[in-house]
């Protein structure tokens, strides 16, 4: 346990000191900036088309996703990696891909899970220039053994609820600073409760389960592409 | 500032951090709590036989605050032995319903044995089980008597049928014991025994001339006689308010239920 708890020090640690250094650069002379690779700029090339006539301008290549997440816990894995868009200023969904097993986070059984976070920001401009604090719910597919959205027939109707999807309400916090980088601009390093729907009807259901112990931590990079 | 807010909580309450619910990480001061809980027994569990009283609680699941009441009120009573669980210690196998369990079952002050049920093996249940109290299937001896504990899921486990082959063994009386008791969460009158295993169960138990069976799984306390000549006690949830105490006398095993 104390290996454990060392070892997410250590994480965190290093995810502090990446941030002061991504700070320093961001603040570097403008003039050293990166020039904005082919790929991209080509990937950002307007294109118009002409219905009738309405002519509409699109971005080429809007499906690249411009957040791409490296997420610690939060009950969707040991690590997993996630891809954002910004569709408004406020709403900036991103689905993750997480994976547990005993060498990937100690667990005897492995578990892969698929989460759809649907993340709402509180603000459109950063407090304090760089925090930015958001919440909201994500769905949770999870895969291990024993798991069903659809009781295998031989159960009376209704004997279990599904076990794969759950929701999970969170509150989390993001922490975003300008970088000079080829390919990303911008670097957040977040923290965010979740509270699993199961969970959460416990603690609302009894007083043994206080409020704290539905909750899950994840700590996560974000990386802004340009 | 937010940095040292993470570090304080990651250092302080690791209970925060979770993989995922259906994780199987179990802390080490909670492994294999049936073994751990036996040899809390020992040596009085190798006396010869005389009178004893055990306490049988059963179906906790997320009943949290009466399973609470539950223990406070075994810790009023000085006259049992130890306490045997019949399973469904939880309600969908999630790895934090196995943890409040734990934590509310070991502030009883009398060594507590576990027996697995149906809920606990969703998920990764089973395999959680396994890990925190040992084999689904076991037995041990208490002054001279044999306790068989049988792991008797069949849908959730995804199996046909129970080990019967083992249930038949284990129920043996190899060793002038003085009684043979045989636990199960599930009757054999459930639904999740085909007509030939709820026949069979019976069966075994009138070959190895066996009087009591005792169950978890209906919530509400009963006994029974459904075949004529085993009785069949069935253990009460605690949201009932009311504990099964089995005295194991000289001549016979009788059990009492109390209302608290």
Not at chain 1, 190 to 208: C, G, H, N
Request: hydrophobic content about 40%.
């Amino acid at each position: 346990m104390i290996k454990k708890c060392f070892g997410n020090l250590v994480l965190i640690s290093f995810l502090h000191l990446l941030s002061c250094e991504v700070r320093a650069q961001a603040e570097a002379d403008d003039s050293l900036r990166y020039e904005m690779p082919k790929m991209l700029k080509k990937a950002y090339k307007e294109r118009t088309v002409v219905i009738k006539e309405d002519t509409i301008t699109y971005r080429h290549r809007w499906f690249i996703p411009g957040q791409y997440k490296l997420q610690y816990a939060g009950s969707i894995g040991f690590m997993s990696v996630g891809f954002g868009y910004a569709i408004t200023q406020t709403y900036q969904p991103a689905l993750f891909f997480g994976y547990l097993s005993e060498n990937f986070g100690g667990s005897k059984n492995s578990v892969v899970s698929i989460s759809l976070k649907n993340s709402f920001y509180f603000t459109r401009q950063p407090l304090f220039r760089h925090f930015k604090p958001y919440g909201g719910l994500s769905v949770t597919w999870g895969n291990t053994n024993n798991t069903f959205k659809r009781l295998p027939d031989y159960y009376p109707k209704e004997y279990y609820f599904q076990n794969k999807i759950h929701f999970y309400p969170f509150l989390g916090g993001e922490l975003k600073f300008a970088i000079n980088n080829r390919y990303f601009d911008g670097v957040g390093i977040y923290t965010e409760f979740s509270a699993m729907d199961a969970y959460l009807l416990e603690a609302i259901r009894t007083s043994y389960v206080k409020p704290h112990m539905a909750l899950s931590m994840a700590v996560g990079l974000t990386f802004y592409l340009r | 500032m937010a940095m040292l807010v993470v570090l304080l909580l990651l250092a302080g309450c690791k209970e925060i951090i979770e993989y995922s619910p259906y994780q199987n990480i179990v802390e080490s001061k909670w492994k294999k709590q049936n073994i751990s809980n036996y040899n809390k027994l020992l040596p009085a569990a190798k006396e010869p036989f005389q009178p004893f009283r055990i306490g049988l609680i059963a179906d906790s699941h997320t009943y949290y605050d009466d399973f609470e009441e539950q223990v406070k009120y075994i810790n009023t009573c000085n006259d049992l032995d130890f306490i045997i669980h019949l399973g469904d210690i939880t309600l969908s196998a999630n790895a934090r319903e196995f943890d409040w369990y734990s934590e509310i079952v070991n502030k009883v002050n009398l060594p507590v044995l576990t027996l697995i049920g149906n809920h606990d093996c969703l998920g990764n249940g089973y395999d959680i089980y396994t890990e925190m109290f040992g084999e689904s299937n076991f037995f041990f001896v208490y002054k001279g008597v044999k306790f068989v504990m049988f792991d008797n899921i069949i849908w959730e486990k995804k199996v046909q049928d129970p080990d019967f082959e083992w249930f038949d063994k284990a129920l043996a009386n190899d060793s002038d014991y003085k009684y043979v008791l045989p636990f199960a969460h599930i009757p054999p009158w459930d639904a999740q025994f085909t007509v030939g295993n709820e026949y069979l169960y019976n069966q075994i138990l009138l070959k190895h001339n066996l009087d009591l069976s005792v169950h978890g799984h209906g919530h509400s306390y009963a006994y029974a006689q459904p075949y004529d000549d085993v009785n069949y006690l069935s253990v009460p949830s605690p949201e009932k308010s009311q504990l099964i105490i089995l005295d194991v006398q000289e001549d016979a095993i009788t059990h009492e239920l109390v209302k608290y």
